[in-house]
């Protein structure tokens, strides 16, 4: 079963572009990226789209399919009935490249910026003993493929590049989320999530737990229960008063 | 015309999977400055696909397990082609570099007691693969990238640049190896995918982690990065290549609907009760179970149902035959016309089990099947057919330093050659990427710590190399049509897929070889649109040359084994050779033929004698095993001592 699709697809550089407006062959069982690779391979030879696994395993084919963040090898052509415009647009939240390439640096900057795991020093390799149970939070959050679509449908960053600075994105949040509740990391990482990667400016709208191809629950497990550790550390009032005690000169 | 992007490094590591970024990781903690080179974004790489899980006999669940356990398994999986040494070494070393991402923040699942779970795998003995859940490789891969940046951030702080000894140059591609006189490596040349700029290393050590090859197949498990760069650079630098006849297939792939072609369906659905089923409707792998397994099979569908249930009474299904007969049978079963609307077969479930206890047993399966390809597995049968998943050839390495016979060349990982014999068991690849990718970092650090001088590479190979890379935008030759790189590729990928897949034989290898030869001559007038930046036809065309030399080695070599041994079966040949278990089979080229193709330079094939195995390693097998695959003559160093 095939038919003709209409697609438009965002073609341009960092400069400036269009929406160019194609007639292709969709058939049937194809994802959005199969109908992408047949554009290359008989009207757009030079059509520029990042892929690799084609299975959602790897979270490269990252866009926007009629306005909403997905990944092309995981939309299926059947959501659309054949009359249907399909739009395929770059993510909006990073600079474009060319086509539906987007640079995306700015997530590689904030991963540098989270400090690294940090075992026990006097811990050896071989000697790690940790819980199912207790691994199992982190391991959620490890699912992550970085396909950065929570980092694209972001508020705070979306239309807001001044933003990108002070703000890590629901991915890297998730990352302090991760290393803070792994069993055996000894770093204190409450403080820095709020000063350094700006967990303050979530307002928990869950838009990225909305997008996250791999389902994980990033708002409700990851940056919520983190805001309640900020909260606990900050504004606790007997926290407070013995820190401001300690902090008196003597 | 503007200077050339040049960067100076220590060592250069071509790819960043596992093997590549545990190269880097060692040869930056021996303080050398070393840069990555990928062709995706850095995480990307395809040792994400992993899914089952790490070998290392760490002996977590099973006690009993040891190094020497894992090598007798390793050998046997291998048909004992296998370079013994580095079957040695992976197994000895896999457990310490498990234990190592540990302390580098992975998460693996664990035991009651708190440690390292490990699973039960096809070909190991004892319970023995590291794993997280079925995404393994995400957690190998995704955990070397954070130690990339860990490394990142001390240096940060002792320079205040991260990339002071240790950078990744995403989405770069390298298309040539730069050489001096005495034929050392002395750098790469590259591109830029983004920008289509062309960019020069110089580095007197070259670390390939490149991977695979299956992207010159039709139906294949591997990502568009797998072209065989690695094993083509080598190739072309003057290195050589061994095994590369040995390509696994898995009888069980998808093959509808074409978005999903190729992606895997797990033995479990077989171990658990999915039969497969012909065009006709019926289980035709009774018809297929050859006379050495005669008698170890269910010979009715009545005893096979029953084997389920009471294995002690009954013999079991011939559905789960070994991978290379079922795939065999597969084959067969298409070709003559009992095939699925979509050229497989039918793997059903539907019909044998209730609806929720196949969403109970086969969770993932029932998710891949009803995400990708809309199909309920609960209601209907899946279409099946063999599909391409690894390559147990690559480059000829050193075992213990991963060097090539290239000075200054190193390899490890899925390009390197050797440690898989003729056939790879599930869950040695990812621990074969960090004991080899270790070991390939470390060698290459000693290399160049050895080295007097920097080698220089010969004047006008950087020239050349930028010519090579722009051909494709020049005008095809007189009067010849342009080709079109994608129609290429697709032929390329039918001649592989259809000549020399998963059943060979001399006369349609031979067509191969023809046709190959065809594809070559019009490789020469391919013709790209558009223009330098991100054009992904252009990359296309660069990497079928190195694609088109891949297949030639592996036609080339499958044409000259005349016997059938894991990953290699020959229709005409179909029974194991022990004359042939103690030869390779080695592929070069002439990097300097006056007369040669500079695109797509000739390989030639030779077989070559395997290094006995140390008496020590042979001692740990029983005579009467080996005997099934040693000449007589061999099996005089075996302690029971073989006649001679």
Redesign the interface.
């Known amino acids: 079963m095939s038919y003709t699709g209409r697609f438009r697809v965002w073609r341009g550089?960092a400069g400036g572009g269009a929406l160019a407006d194609f007639e292709v062959e969709v058939?049937?069982?194809?994802?959005v990226?199969?109908v992408i690779h047949r554009l290359?391979?008989t009207q757009a030879?030079?059509?520029?789209?990042?892929?690799?696994?084609?299975?959602?395993?790897?979270?490269?084919c990252s866009a926007e399919i009629n306005g909403q963040p997905r990944l092309l090898?995981?939309t299926?052509m059947?959501v659309f009935t054949p009359d249907e415009v399909v739009t395929v647009t770059p993510m909006r939240t990073f600079p474009v490249?060319?086509?539906l390439?987007t640079d995306?640096s700015y997530n590689?900057a904030k991963?540098?910026e989270i400090?690294?795991?940090t075992?026990p020093i006097d811990?050896?390799?071989?000697e790690?003993?940790?819980?199912?149970a207790d691994?199992q939070r982190?391991?959620e959050f490890?699912?992550?493929?970085?396909c950065f679509l929570c980092q694209d449908t972001c508020h705070v960053v979306r239309d807001h590049e001044e933003n990108k600075a002070v703000f890590a994105g629901p991915r890297f949040l998730m990352r302090v989320a991760e290393?803070e509740m792994?069993p055996l990391d000894v770093s204190d990482r409450v403080a820095g999530v709020q000063d350094q990667h700006g967990l303050g400016r979530c307002n928990i709208t869950k838009c990225c737990t909305e997008v996250c191809p791999e389902g994980i629950k990033i708002t409700d497990n990851a940056l919520i229960p983190m805001k309640e550790r900020v909260a606990d550390q900050r504004y606790d009032p007997l926290v407070w008063l013995g820190r401001t005690i300690s902090r008196r000169p003597r | 015309m503007t200077e050339t992007e040049r960067h100076e490094y220590d060592v250069l590591v071509v790819g960043a999977g596992g093997a590549g970024l545990r190269a880097a990781i060692e040869a930056r903690e021996r303080g050398l400055r070393t840069a990555i080179i990928c062709k995706?974004?850095?995480?990307?790489a395809?040792t994400?696909?992993a899914e089952g899980g790490c070998a290392a006999a760490m002996g977590n669940v099973a006690e009993k397990d040891s190094w020497q356990v894992h090598f007798r398994d390793t050998m046997r999986g291998g048909k004992f082609l296998n370079s013994w040494r580095m079957a040695e070494l992976h197994a000895k070393e896999a457990?310490?570099r498990v234990?190592?991402l540990?302390?580098?923040?992975a998460?693996?699942?664990?035991t009651?007691?708190?440690?390292i779970?490990q699973r039960n795998f096809g070909g190991h003995t004892y319970p023995r693969l590291a794993h997280?859940?079925d995404?393994t490789g995400?957690?190998l891969l995704?955990t070397l990238q954070?130690?990339v940046?860990?490394l990142?951030?001390a240096d940060?702080f002792q320079t205040g640049d991260?990339e002071a000894r240790l950078r990744v140059f995403a989405e770069c591609t390298v298309t040539e190896l730069l050489t001096d006189d005495d034929g050392a490596i002395a750098g790469a040349f590259g591109y830029w995918r983004?920008s289509g700029r062309f960019v020069v290393f110089s580095a007197p050590a070259v670390v390939l982690a490149t991977g695979g090859i299956g992207k010159s197949f039709k139906v294949t498990s591997n990502?568009?990065?797998y072209t065989g760069d690695g094993h083509a650079l080598a190739l072309r630098a003057g290195a050589s290549l061994v095994d590369m006849e040995f390509v696994q297939f898995h009888p069980t792939g998808m093959v509808?609907?074409?978005?999903?072609k190729g992606?895997l369906v797990t033995e479990g659905v077989r171990g658990d009760g999915g039969v497969l089923r012909n065009s006709d409707g019926d289980r035709f792998m009774f018809g297929y179970v050859p006379d050495v397994f005669k008698g170890q099979y269910a010979q009715t569908e009545d005893e096979a149902d029953r084997w389920y249930d009471d294995q002690d009474n009954n013999r079991r299904t011939p559905d789960l035959l070994p991978r290379d007969e079922v795939a065999r049978a597969i084959n067969t079963e298409v070709k003559e016309g009992r095939g699925s609307p979509h050229g497989g077969v039918f793997l059903d479930i539907a019909s044998r089990m209730p609806a929720e206890e196949i969403r109970r047993r086969l969770p993932s399966m029932y998710h891949q099947f009803k995400?990708?390809?809309?199909v309920d597995i609960t209601a209907e049968p899946m279409e099946v057919g063999p599909t391409c998943h690894y390559v147990m050839g690559g480059i000829d390495v050193d075992p213990d330093t991963g060097q090539s016979g290239v000075p200054g060349l190193f390899a490890a990982g899925e390009c390197a050659g050797g440690m898989h014999g003729s056939n790879r068991l599930g869950g040695n690849s990812l621990s074969d990427l960090l004991v080899f990718g270790r070991r390939a970092g470390l060698g290459a650090a000693d290399y160049v710590a050895g080295l007097g001088r920097r080698p220089a590479w010969r004047s006008g190979d950087v020239d050349a190399a930028a010519r090579m890379a722009l051909a494709p935008f020049d005008a095809p030759s007189a009067g010849a049509p342009g080709e079109?790189?994608?129609?290429l590729h697709?032929e390329l990928q039918g001649v592989m897929n259809d000549l020399v897949g998963i059943i060979r034989t001399e006369a349609e290898m031979s067509v191969a070889l023809e046709r190959l030869g065809e594809l070559r001559g019009r490789l020469r007038d391919v013709v790209?649109?558009?223009?330098r930046?991100?054009?992904?036809?252009?990359h296309l065309a660069l990497d079928l040359r190195n694609m088109l030399m891949v297949s030639e080695a592996v036609a080339s070599s499958a044409l000259m084994r005349t016997e059938s041994r894991g990953g290699h079966t020959r229709d005409d040949h179909p029974m194991l050779d022990p004359e042939w278990r103690h030869r390779v089979l080695v592929t070069r080229c002439d990097r300097d033929d006056p007369g040669g193709d500079p695109v797509v330079p000739r390989v030639t094939v030779e077989p070559e004698e395997r290094v006995p195995m140390r008496e020590d390693l042979l001692a740990l097998f029983d005579l009467v095993e080996l005997e099934k695959y040693y000449t007589a003559a061999e099996l005089t160093a075996h302690p029971e001592g073989g006649a001679a």
């Open positions: 550089h058939n049937e069982g194809e994802v990226l199969d290359q391979a030879p030079d059509l520029a789209v990042r892929w690799n696994c084609k299975a959602g395993k790897c979270g490269s090898c995981m299926r059947s490249i060319r086509d390439v995306v590689y991963a540098r400090p690294s795991f075992p811990l050896a390799p071989g790690f003993r940790m819980s199912q691994v982190s391991q490890r699912k992550c493929i970085e290393l792994h | 995706s974004l850095f995480g990307k395809h994400v696909m457990p310490d234990w190592e540990e302390a580098w923040g998460l693996f699942d664990r009651p007691d708190g440690r779970s997280v859940g995404r995400l957690e995704r954070q130690r940046v860990a990142q951030q940060y991260y983004e990502s568009w990065e509808w609907p074409p978005s999903v992606i995400e990708l390809a809309d079109n790189p994608y129609t697709a790209v649109e558009g223009h930046q991100y054009n992904p036809g252009w």
